[in-house]
């Protein structure tokens, strides 16, 4: 079965300090993979998306991830953190639903970021 | 443009009553999700329509959920006999194509007493 991992709850570094957040998962086949952030009060928005290709993959807000899949892991980074990207971060795995052409999403349990000015 | 609305963003019943939440995804988008989020964890898939009919519902916990897009537009996720376990954030999402990237709504945050 599909799974998610994202081994710690909460992250915390300094405004202007690289950040990473970790993701590892666990599917069969090919891994579809994705980054969302959910500020409070507010509905999960898109950061990033892996299918194929580089395996660095750059998306909104200055964010990254690398895609590694000999560790089976794609975290997210960032190279100078900011106090607003203070969020919960969820990656996700797409799971193939059963028409085999929409995209069912299995998500991490979240990992908390404090950006410390 | 607006993005994925739902109603209501707050929605407190008794146990054992019946509860509908709505969802309007984005204008135009044919693919609508439906996703539970219990506190501390993340979304968990409910159910995904392909225009008006249901493509995969096997994330729907048992009979009591029932979701519902008549007109492949709006979607009603209804929830007969709530038990105090159903109280979670509901997140409906949509894509224009099925494989698009998803944007979510707020959600609705259900507690059943």
């Known amino acids: 079965a599909q799974s998610v991992a994202q081994p710690e709850d909460q992250v915390n570094v300094a405004e202007g300090n690289p950040l990473t957040v970790k993701c590892t998962y666990s599917v069969s086949g090919n891994p579809y993979l994705f980054w969302y952030v959910q500020y409070p009060n507010r509905g999960l928005q898109f950061l990033l998306k892996?299918?194929?290709?580089?395996?660095l993959v750059k998306g909104s807000y200055g964010f990254e991830a690398e895609f590694n899949k000999s560790q089976t892991s794609f975290h997210l980074k960032k190279p100078s953190a900011l106090v607003s990207d203070s969020a919960l971060y969820f990656c996700a795995v797409r799971v193939p639903p059963r028409d085999n052409y929409g995209q069912n999403f299995v998500f991490g349990p979240g990992t908390r970021l404090s950006v410390l000015p | 443009g607006a993005g994925v609305s739902q109603t209501p963003s707050n929605k407190v019943t008794e146990k054992g009553k019946y509860v509908e939440l709505r969802c309007d995804p984005i204008?135009?988008?044919?693919?609508l999700y439906w996703y539970r989020q219990s506190l501390g964890q993340g979304p968990e898939f409910l159910i995904y329509?392909?225009?008006?009919?249901?493509?995969?519902d096997s994330g729907l916990p048992n009979d009591r959920f029932f979701a519902v897009r008549p007109e492949g537009s709006v979607s009603t996720l209804k929830i007969q006999r709530t038990e105090r376990g159903d109280s979670a954030v509901y997140l409906c999402?949509?894509?224009?194509?099925?494989?698009?990237?998803?944007?979510f709504g707020p959600g609705t945050r259900l507690t059943v007493l």
């Open positions: 204008s135009g988008h044919t693919a």
């Open positions: 892996y299918i194929t290709g580089d395996n």
């Open positions: 999402a949509s894509s224009e194509l099925p494989r698009d990237t998803q944007y």
């Open positions: 329509f392909q225009g008006t009919g249901a493509a995969d």
